[in-house]
C-alpha cells in the first residue's frame, strides 16, 4: 500500500526559507503517469495546491505562489522535496504531499487529476 | 483562474438523512472534478474523482454527480462517521489545480 509521509522543520523564521521532504513507500516514485504533488491548508481555512513534479523532474507550479517556490525530486531516495522562499506569517500551514494522477502527461502542459493518496501532513509555523 | 463555490458552508443533518452538497465552477470544466472528505487533524481522502466514479473502498452511500459547471455530492444515509468537511477539486485547467471552500457536515 502506497504511503507518503512529509518531514522537516515544524517552526521557520520570517524571511527564511521553509524545507520539507516527501518520502514514498510502498511503491516507486518513478512510475509513470503519477506526478508528485504538494498542497497546504492554513489553520480553519481551506486547500491549496502549491505544485506538482514528476519523476523525470518536470513540475507544474501554481502562479500566484510560483516564484518562491521549488519542488525538486530524488528517485536513489524515493523522495520529493519542497522549498518555499522570503515565507511570512500568511506560509503558516499544514503541508500535505500527495501522489498527483497523470491523465495525459504527453501533452504539455500534462494534464493531471486527482490527488491520491496523502500524507498525514506535517503543521508549519512562520514565527520568529 | 477558475473558481469553485461550495454550498453551503455549514450543513446540519441528523444520523440517517439524506444530504446533498454542491460545487459550482466559474466556467465549465466537463466532468474534472474531484470530491475529499476531511476529519478534524486528518489529510482529506478521497470520495469520488471523474465527477461520479466512486474510489475503490469507499461506501456506496456516497454518489456524485454533474458535469458543466454544477456538481453534486449526495450521501444517500449519513452515517456518525461521515461528520466531516467536504471539498470539491476541479483538474480541468492544466497547470492550476483548485479547491472548492469546503462544506463543514455537522451534527443536528
Known amino acids: 500500500q502506497l504511503q507518503l509521509q512529509e518531514s522537516g522543520p515544524g517552526l521557520v523564521k520570517p524571511s527564511e526559507t521553509l524545507s520539507l521532504t516527501c518520502t514514498v513507500s510502498?511503491?516507486?516514485?518513478?512510475?509513470?503517469?503519477?506526478?508528485w504533488g504538494w498542497i497546504r491548508q492554513p489553520p480553519g481555512k481551506g486547500l491549496k495546491w502549491i505544485g506538482s513534479i514528476y519523476y523525470s523532474g518536470d513540475t507544474y507550479y501554481n502562479p500566484s505562489i510560483k516564484s518562491r517556490v521549488t519542488i525538486s525530486v530524488d528517485t536513489s531516495k524515493n523522495q520529493f522535496s519542497l522549498k518555499l522562499s522570503s515565507v511570512t506569517a500568511a506560509d503558516t500551514a499544514v503541508y500535505y504531499c500527495?501522489?498527483?494522477?497523470?491523465?495525459?502527461?504527453?501533452?504539455?502542459?500534462?494534464?493531471?487529476?486527482?490527488?491520491?493518496?496523502w500524507g498525514q501532513g506535517t503543521l508549519v509555523t512562520v514565527s520568529s | 483562474d477558475i473558481q469553485m463555490t461550495q454550498s453551503p458552508s455549514t450543513l446540519s443533518a441528523s444520523v440517517g438523512d439524506r444530504v446533498t452538497i454542491t460545487c459550482r465552477a466559474s466556467?465549465?470544466?466537463?466532468?474534472?472534478l474531484a470530491w475529499y472528505q476531511q476529519k478534524p487533524g486528518k489529510a482529506p481522502n478521497l470520495l469520488i474523482y471523474?465527477?461520479?466514479s466512486l474510489e475503490s473502498g469507499v461506501p456506496s452511500r456516497f454518489s456524485g454527480s454533474g458535469s458543466g459547471t454544477e456538481f453534486t455530492l449526495t450521501i444517500s444515509s449519513l452515517q456518525p462517521d461521515d461528520f466531516a468537511t467536504y471539498y470539491c477539486q476541479q483538474y480541468n485547467t492544466y497547470p492550476m489545480y483548485t479547491f472548492g471552500q469546503g462544506t463543514k457536515l455537522e451534527i443536528k
Open positions: 471523474k465527477a461520479s
Open positions: 510502498g511503491g516507486s516514485i518513478s512510475i509513470t503517469n503519477y506526478y
Open positions: 500527495a501522489r498527483h494522477i497523470g491523465l495525459n502527461i504527453v501533452v504539455l502542459p500534462a494534464a493531471l487529476g486527482w490527488f491520491d493518496p
Open positions: 466556467q465549465s470544466i466537463s466532468s474534472r
